[in-house]
């Protein structure tokens, strides 16, 4: 059986996280702060600029969980894992540096035939206090591995407004991006090896689904919330297609009040859809 839905529950955790400043600047040059100026954006690249209080690029914490690996939930091939989606909701800011425990339990596997989707939730709390410090859902996207006899999962349903974004921004990644952002702890040779991804299919190593993500809360952050990145509370969003090393990210925003919706593509096309987030208050992030 490629997948078996008797894994449904299991758990990878507890298991704790440390981070310091060094992490969470290397994550924010991963992400492509201070780029295009490196005068720009010193409050995620620098910890001692005069006046400026380091902050930390609130889609760092989706690497915090990520750091325990996936829960046994059966036979798959890896070669053919895909990052699908991603949300996270964050119960206050980050520090530069912390200490933090976190869970992560298999919550539904999909049959969608040939292929399977699975879901997992990560709990982070503060190691010190016991605290809630964030929750992250991620979905598994795994070739070959459907046919098991589970649900199929709901369709969501989901559409950009029907107007101009209120703002749009243009983000340039390097030909380097992900050798840069692979330095935060995903080593998936599928971005770094011409042989392995030419193995499977793509011309040469793509950029990591989480970067693009990254960079689009940068996008967020900087467009919507004047840098202040204790403004963004809650960011999801499904990856749709690859990203290569060196291509440029437009990012649109449509904001209504604390909620935004939000495309990420390229000039071959949409590259994260169902994007939504969350600015100042509490409020559900892009619900199944």
Request: include cysteine.
């Amino acid at each position: 059986m490629p997948l078996d839905p008797a894994y449904l529950g299991s758990t990878v955790g507890p298991f704790t996280t440390e981070w310091t400043d060094r992490d969470t600047l290397l994550y924010a040059l991963a992400v492509g702060a201070g780029s295009a100026d490196p005068g720009a954006e010193l409050q995620f690249t620098t910890e001692h600029s005069e006046g400026v209080a380091q902050q930390v690029i609130p889609s760092f914490g989706v690497l915090i969980g990520h750091h325990g690996g996936l829960p046994e939930i059966g036979t798959y091939d890896p070669g053919k894992a895909v990052h699908a989606e991603q949300h996270f909701r964050l119960e206050r800011p980050l520090p530069p540096a912390g200490r933090a425990v976190s869970t992560v339990t298999v919550t539904d596997m999909w049959d969608k035939g040939r292929d399977a989707l699975v879901w997992t939730e990560t709990r982070t709390t503060d190691a010190a206090t016991g605290d809630l410090l964030m929750v992250a859902r991620s979905c598994a996207y795994l070739g070959g591995a459907g046919g098991f006899g589970g649900e199929r999962g709901p369709r969501v349903e989901w559409a950009a407004p029907d107007r101009e974004p209120d703002t749009v921004l243009r983000l340039a990644t390097r030909p380097d991006q992900a050798l840069l952002y692979r330095l935060t702890g995903d080593r998936n040779p599928l971005h770094s090896d011409p042989a392995f991804a030419t193995r499977y299919g793509f011309a040469r190593p793509i950029l990591h689904g989480l970067c693009t993500y990254g960079m689009t809360a940068r996008a967020i952050v900087n467009g919507l919330c004047d840098g202040d990145a204790t403004r963004l509370l809650g960011m999801s969003g499904r990856f749709s297609r690859p990203v290569l090393p060196g291509e440029t990210l437009t990012v649109a925003l449509w904001r209504d009040g604390a909620q935004v919706r939000f495309l990420t593509s390229t000039d071959a096309g949409t590259v994260i859809d169902r994007g939504e987030a969350v600015l100042d208050s509490l409020g559900p992030i892009n619900p199944r």
